[in-house]
């Protein structure tokens, strides 16, 4: 059913039920496919991209709760996707770096975002895609 031309003409809304779509395909797939869920793969790819990093650091760069970051570490590594190890800088901390199998689980899940993304913005040009990145990063940055 189409929206109402009201909410068709609030961008925020259009936006977020665009995200909502895309969201729901991502977390249906990425568990099928890669067997991650959307914040596993959120510290996967923290992780990656960071390299070794503490755990509150990974908590704070997502914004997650510390006890739902320690229950998604549990999970993490009873999967064996990351490893976790004294911080020889200080002892006191954990740093949490990507095991083989969390980098092979990552590839997997990062190829079902590009093609649901693919999907979503198949009615874009390659120009439109890069411009509507640019255009969300801004608002993203100046929040």
Sequence with gaps: MD????LLGITTFVLHRVA???RSAVAERMARD????LWQFAVLAAVADTG???QRE???SLGLDPSDLARLMDELLTADLVARERDTADRRRYRVTLTTT???ALRRAKAVVAKV??????????????????????????R
């Design 58 to 60: 990974i908590g704070d």
């Design 34 to 37: 890669a067997g991650l869920g």
């Design 102 to 104: 969390g980098r092979a």
């Design 52 to 54: 070794p990093a503490a």
């Design 3 to 6: 929206l109402p031309p009201t």
């Design 20 to 22: 909502v779509t895309s």
């Design 117 to 142: 993304e693919q999907e979503t913005l198949a009615p874009l040009t390659e120009t439109e895609r890069k411009r509507l990145h640019a255009l969300v990063g801004k608002i993203h940055r100046a």
